[in-house]
């Protein structure tokens, strides 16, 4: 992404992320007027916050656990749902892994590319889909399902888990993994008992390392990996 591009997307500042386990550091632009982003979204039908805009301690712990565990993305085809800034997508693209990354807002793929190309020295291939309703050209692009498919905090609302379920039914391929990083909302945690009862293998892992949330109130983020069978 080009600076011309960067500027499009109103002001902007570029922060260190630090995954605590690894060590690692990530240089990440962001947006720095996120108020400007909800104003421009005000319209939209989907009612969709641009959460995308923030780093969220979800992503950070899934980078970490990829980090942790390169050899379970290296060489394969994985896919991002919802990459917002590209923590995840820096940590999967190091690993070596053959990664897609998808989002519904265009400016969440920019940015994602741009700090991928920063940190990783190469990018992802983009999609733009609403997976709430994805498209019949992303369904032809998932093909049989990619082995590996990664999201962290995508789950905010209850419309949001029979979607989702339909998704990961239809792009995680038979014996792939759903490697999903949430911080605790009960939304989340149903969407995964309902996964268990679909029969998928569920392996959880927690992050107790010093985040807090929007509120300030103590995080600790769940990193689950749902095997499908």
Same mark, same amino acid.
């Given at each position: ?60 712990? /899934?980078?970490? $656990?990829?980090?942790? #565990? @390169?050899? =379970?993305?290296?060489?394969? +085809? *994985?896919?991002?749902? &919802?990459?917002? %800034? ?68 995508? /789950?905010?609302? $209850?419309?949001?888990? #029979? @979607?989702? =379920?339909?998704?990961?039914? +239809? *792009?995680?391929?038979? &014996?792939?993994? %759903? ?51």
């Amino acid at each position: 992404m080009q600076t011309a591009e960067l500027a499009n997307l109103g002001p902007h500042a570029t922060v260190d992320v630090r995954l605590p386990q690894s060590g690692v550091v990530y240089r990440i632009t962001r947006p720095s007027d996120v108020d400007r982003l909800i104003d421009a979204m005000a319209d939209d039908p989907e009612e969709n916050l641009p959460h995308w805009a923030e780093v969220w301690p979800s992503g950070i712990a /899934l980078a970490d $656990a990829i980090l942790a #565990e @390169p050899e =379970l993305v290296r060489g394969r +085809r *994985v896919l991002e749902l &919802g990459c917002g %800034l590209g923590t995840t997508a820096i940590a999967a693209l190091q690993a070596g892994a053959n990664l897609t990354v998808s989002d519904y807002a265009s400016g969440a793929l920019a940015l994602c590319r741009y700090n991928a190309r920063l940190n990783a020295g190469r990018e992802p291939a983009v999609v733009q889909i609403n997976w709430r309703s994805p498209s019949d050209e992303f369904l032809t692009l998932a093909g049989d399902g990619f082995p590996v498919v990664l999201a962290a905090d995508v /789950l905010y609302e $209850a419309r949001d888990i #029979e @979607p989702l =379920l339909a998704l990961v039914d +239809r *792009v995680v391929a038979p &014996g792939g993994m %759903l490697w999903l990083a949430e911080p605790g909302r009960p939304i989340a945690h149903e969407f995964v008992k309902r996964t268990e009862e679909y029969g998928w293998n569920v392996e959880r892992r927690v992050h107790t390392d010093p985040w807090v949330d929007e509120r300030g109130a103590a995080v600790d983020v769940t990193v689950y990996r749902l095997f499908r069978r």
